[in-house]
């Protein structure tokens, strides 16, 4: 459906997106998971069509996207990260504004708007200046504002971000809705949560290159170890840590330490180690692998900084 070709988008310096390639196939709940400045928005605003690439290329079922091609753009819907509604009219004058943009009228528009209200759980507050909501209101405004018009592809650039846990959930459930029922979508996030609850495949991009791409199995497989003991950071535990990694491979964030054994190193050997450094294996969990574990692995930088 969607095929991005070897793009580029340069701001002055700064390679923001730097060569990506990317097929995107109808119906495909895609996530895009990154640090901050690892060059999401930038992929969405030239998919959107906001931007045009400095070099590749966007095709949408085969047509060309770019800034002049609107009719291409009536496909998609964009949430952008940034709120973009006008805070001093109501809920129901925005959704209003956005559906006439898109052609709208009408009885049909009037439908969409108590639809999208609805879903937005903001039915009661539609005559409230948006002004008046809270962030989390906001949010959901926001991106029901995206689908008035049925895009085929929606993107979701961080669209929960400040969302209280269930109104978060009532948007995950949304959005999960809608994709079983044959909207493709691509949303963008930090929180490796959200890509492994909601997302089928999953590409892994940072300083504007996809590193990984595949499902969350295909992904977590790239881990050098399945499985891995946990055990916390600090000093009573450096010396240990430090002992563990020569027999393995150690993954540290600011909290826990993730050690994945090498075939050959034996169980008993671990703990022995431990009583020699002092670590009471009541520290110790068993830990799961992550994609926040993967990106790590891969970029030495932990996700969310
Ligand atoms: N309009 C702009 N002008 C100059 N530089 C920009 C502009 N937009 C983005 N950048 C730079 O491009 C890089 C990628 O930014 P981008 O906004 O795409 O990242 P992101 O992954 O969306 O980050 P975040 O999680 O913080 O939203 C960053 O280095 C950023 O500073
Ligand atoms: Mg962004």
Redesign the pocket.
């Known amino acids: 459906m969607l095929r991005i070709g070897s793009a580029i988008k340069r701001?002055?310096a700064?390679t923001?997106l730097d060569g990506v390639s990317l097929d995107i196939a109808r119906g495909e709940f895609f996530g895009l998971l990154?640090p901050?400045?690892?060059?999401?928005?930038?992929f969405m605003s030239l998919v959107a069509g906001l931007r045009a690439p400095d070099s590749g290329t966007i095709t949408l079922d085969g047509t060309l996207l770019s800034p002049a091609n609107v009719a291409t753009r009536v496909s998609l819907g964009l949430v952008p990260?940034g709120i973009a509604l006008y805070d001093d009219l109501s809920a129901e004058q925005n959704l209003r504004i956005f559906g006439e943009l898109y052609g709208l009228r009408g009885a049909d528009l009037r439908r969409r708007i108590d639809e999208a209200l609805a879903v937005a759980q903001l039915a009661d507050r539609r005559r409230d200046q948006v002004k008046t909501f809270s962030g989390g209101m906001q949010r959901r405004l926001n991106l029901v504002a995206a689908l008035l018009h049925r895009p085929k592809l929606l993107l979701c650039d961080?669209p929960a971000v400040g969302v209280d846990p269930q109104s978060r959930n009532a948007i995950f459930d949304f959005l999960e809705k809608l994709n079983r029922e044959g909207l493709t979508i691509i949303y963008s996030t930090?929180y490796m949560e959200e890509a492994t609850r909601l997302c089928s495949r999953i590409g892994i991009i940072d300083h504007g290159k996809i590193l990984a791409l595949g499902s969350l199995d295909d992904l977590l497989a790239q881990l050098p170890f399945v499985d891995a003991i946990g055990f916390p950071t600090g000093a009573a535990t450096a010396a240990f840590a430090t002992a563990v990694a020569a027999h393995g491979e150690l993954v540290s964030d600011n909290e826990t330490h993730r050690f994945g054994p090498r075939a050959e190193f034996k169980i008993s050997e671990f703990y022995t180690l431990a009583e020699r450094h002092g670590v009471s294996p009541r520290l110790f969990s068993h830990e799961r692998p992550t994609l926040e574990a993967l990106f790590l692995h891969l970029t030495g930088r932990n996700l969310r900084e």
């Not at 901050?36 to 930038?42: C, E, P, R």
């Open positions: 701001y002055g700064i923001a990154g901050n400045g690892a060059g999401k928005s930038t990260q961080e930090h």
